[in-house]
């Protein structure tokens, strides 16, 4: 297989490596720059199980919580926008959007947003 496909066969396992997981078990940005074998692949892929740490609804909500500034359980829903577009592997809005659409309940006439259907649903994903 090439290397190039290393993200795109773990993603297809149900595992969520980041880009710099990805290149650090030998996963190539360029087609045809490295071949492996399924014998090669298979601790990739132990390695990449072991290591995954995508957080818990616990872990999410703590960091929610950071944001709820009326301590009510909302936060503004374009606050929460600029943190999954500006920290961790970047988004491009495109790619954000639809995924704020499936998780997130609407915005209240102020711009708030109950976060905790949202990290339920995103934690139900990973």
Known sequence: MDA?????CLR????????????????KEKKKEKMIKVDDFMPIFAQVKKDKDAGSFEDFMEVLKLYDKSENGTMMYAE???????????????ELEPILKECCDPEDEDGFIPYEPFAKKITTLL
């Open 4 to 8: 190039f496909y290393i993200g795109d």
């Open 12 to 27: 297809a396992l149900n595992l969520n490596p980041t880009l710099a997981v990805i290149e650090k078990v030998g996963g």
């Open 80 to 94: 929460l926008e600029h943190i999954l577009l500006s920290l961790g592997e970047r988004l491009e809005k495109t």
